[in-house]
T-cell receptor, first 117, second 114 residues
Framework: GAVVSQHPSRVICKSGTSVKIECRSLDFQATTMFWYRQFPKQSLMLMATSNEGSKATYEQGVEKDKFLINHASLTLSTLTVTSAHPEDSSFYIC?????????????FGPGTRLTVT | AQSVSQHNHHVILSEAASLELGCNYSYGGTVNLFWYVQYPGQHLQLLLKYFSGDPLVKGIKGFEAEFIKSKFSFNLRKPSVQWSDTAEYFCALSKKSSGDKLTFGTGTRLAVRP
């Protein structure tokens, strides 16, 4: 099956700094990737849709200037949390859409746990 | 806006027991429906999906789900669970009109006792 990786798996940063999270599709090309946020004991909330070669589409209530998304290649999307604050601490998960076959399935990365101190 | 409800937050079963996890959604249009599983320490994996056709969908590892349009439901079933089925299960939908954006339910944590 298709594999999606995320790096780093865990990151701790100080308030006010920026953190970059990478999402890679390892064995397929993904024109579309998605970024989710998961709070403890809650569901995944879609933050934005990342499109290769164009601007990301953000969900309502997500600050585009705070959560910068870049999808520079068909296998890599990055999420940068700018000027991070403790309330940004969360589990961030990406997925990549595999358009091979018939299902347009999304494959999920293992997630990145961000802790802002 | 669409939403997905999973009413069972925690389920504890003994091995060989039958499983049914509820999933109801709210949306007036046509949807695609999914069940994902997250084993401890692992990433989300697709169990099964419904796009169209036969409302009874079979997935991996002996799981199946039935789409009942009149009830806006897509319950997950397995006739006999194993200890290795211990995981968190998420129901999700995407609107056929808006591509692949997924809306997830809150998840059901299943613990299977050996």
């Amino acid at each position: 099956g298709a594999v999606v990786s995320q790096h780093p798996s865990r990151v701790i940063c100080k308030s006010g700094t920026s953190v970059k999270i990478e999402c890679r599709s390892l064995d397929f090309q993904a024109t579309t990737m998605f970024w989710y946020r998961q709070f403890p004991k809650q569901s995944l909330m879609l933050m934005a849709t990342s499109n290769e070669g164009s601007k990301a589409t953000y969900e309502q209530g997500v600050e585009k200037d705070k959560f910068l998304i870049n999808h520079a290649s068909l296998t890599l999307s990055t999420l940068t949390v700018t000027s991070a604050h403790p309330e940004d601490s969360s589990f961030y998960i990406c997925s990549a859409r595999d358009t091979r076959g018939d299902g347009y399935e999304q494959y999920f990365g293992p997630g990145t746990r961000l802790t802002v101190t | 806006a669409q939403s997905v409800s999973q009413h069972n937050h925690h389920v504890i079963l003994s091995e060989a027991a039958s499983l049914e996890l509820g999933c109801n959604y709210s949306y007036g249009g046509t949807v695609n429906l999914f069940w994902y599983v997250q084993y401890p320490g692992q990433h989300l994996q697709l169990l099964l999906k419904y796009f169209s056709g036969d409302p009874l969908v079979k997935g991996i590892k002996g799981f199946e789900a039935e789409f009942i349009k009149s009830k806006f439901s897509f319950n997950l079933r397995k006739p006999s669970v194993q200890w290795s089925d211990t995981a968190e299960y998420f129901c999700a939908l995407s609107k056929k009109s808006s591509g692949d954006k997924l809306t997830f339910g809150t998840g059901t944590r299943l613990a299977v006792r050996p």
